[in-house]
């Protein structure tokens, strides 16, 4: 859909577009529902059309004055669609992560990005404390198994695994890794972790290489941040050294894991089990994981309360307003 350009141009009295060209906005792919609304009724924000004959007419009316973009975690500001909007001067992300995003491309031209971190952390490590427990305890498989009616029938569920007291690699100990330690401590769990820099104040035991993370614990929580760093961080031999009796939680990007390996592991007995909230290719969750019972997925709800999206939006809007104001972000990416 192309917007109607007599729309399209913010108010030229906001004191920081005042004199100068009025500020284009554009919304880049389907963003939080209340964003969305605030950026057409508040801003007249144009919206990039998804359809490629559509976007190429789009961009060859408007991508000079565009100086906003405004996109989610999943459907960033990539290489190309960036490197049309030569006038492009700050994006503003909703989700933490911005994988989608070529933040090198928006360094190396100046362009300005922020995200939403810190509003998310309490949810997302939530997420991973519950894939933690039905990975290690299946709680989901044996609701199964009671709907499927083997319990009345009488069946007896298979014993599990014991989620209290394990030793727990987290990869990747930023916020959110910290908020899933911390629940896990709780639990008993003794916490080791790899991450681009030691972080010798957590107190928990470091390893300079995923493998020997792997290698040191019973179960390994995948929090590290998505993009070209972190791709298939955790590969066959990362697999193999967590070991028969090993689990994986993912909570982070699916990016980080190489599927196909995770896949075969699974298949095999490489590992025991996995939690995922995050895939490669998403909403494709691969066919195999459906029928495995040694999985639990979950379609990437990390984040997804009520209470912590209206955050996440709030920072967003408060990110938008901001930049148009003086030029500068609350929180910009590191
Ligand atoms: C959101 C996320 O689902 O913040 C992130 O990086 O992965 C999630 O909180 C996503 O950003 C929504 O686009």
Redesign the pocket.
């Given at each position: 859909m192309i917007t109607d350009t007599s729309s399209a141009v913010n108010a030229a009295a906001d004191p920081h577009t005042a004199g100068s060209t009025a500020t284009h906005i554009v919304r880049v792919g389907p963003v939080n529902p209340h964003v969305a609304q605030v950026l057409d009724e508040e801003f007249r924000a144009l919206v990039l059309p998804t359809d490629p004959a559509e976007q190429s007419d789009f961009l060859q009316e408007h991508a000079e004055q565009i100086r906003i973009a405004v996109c989610?975690?999943?459907f960033g500001v990539g290489t190309e669609l960036m490197r049309a909007l030569p006038s492009l001067e700050a994006i503003v992300n909703?989700?933490?992560?911005y994988d989608a995003t070529d933040a090198r491309q928006a360094a190396e031209r100046g362009i300005a990005v922020s995200n939403?971190p810190d509003v998310?952390n309490d949810c997302?490590a939530d997420t991973a404390l519950a894939l933690y427990l039905d990975t290690l305890r299946r709680f989901t498989a044996s609701d199964r198994f009671v709907r499927a009616g083997r319990w009345s029938s009488g069946e007896g569920f298979p014993l599990t695994t014991r989620a209290s007291g394990r030793t727990v690699g987290i990869l990747g100990l930023g916020r959110i890794g910290a908020a899933i330690a911390q629940r896990l401590e709780a639990l008993g769990c003794t916490i080791h972790y790899h991450n681009r820099r030691e972080r010798p104040e957590s107190g928990f035991t470091y390893h300079s290489s995923v493998r020997e993370l792997a290698q040191a614990v019973d179960v390994l929580v995948v929090a590290a941040s998505g993009g070209p760093d972190s791709a298939g961080l955790v590969g066959e031999a990362e697999l193999a050294a967590l070991g028969p009796e090993g689990h994986l939680v993912n909570i982070a990007r699916g990016t980080v894991v190489d599927e196909p390996a995770l896949v075969s592991a699974l298949s095999n007995g490489t590992i025991a089990g996995a939690g995922l909230d995050v895939y490669a290719h998403e909403p494709q969750v691969p066919e195999t994981l459906l029928g495995l019972d040694n999985v639990v997925v979950l379609p990437?709800v990390?984040?997804?309360t009520r209470e912590t999206r209206a955050d996440?939006a709030e920072l967003t809007l408060a990110n938008l307003r901001q930049f148009l104001r003086d030029g500068t972000l609350i929180t910009p990416i590191g």
């Open positions: 989610s975690g999943r909703f989700g933490v992560g939403t998310l997302v990437h990390g984040s997804g996440m």
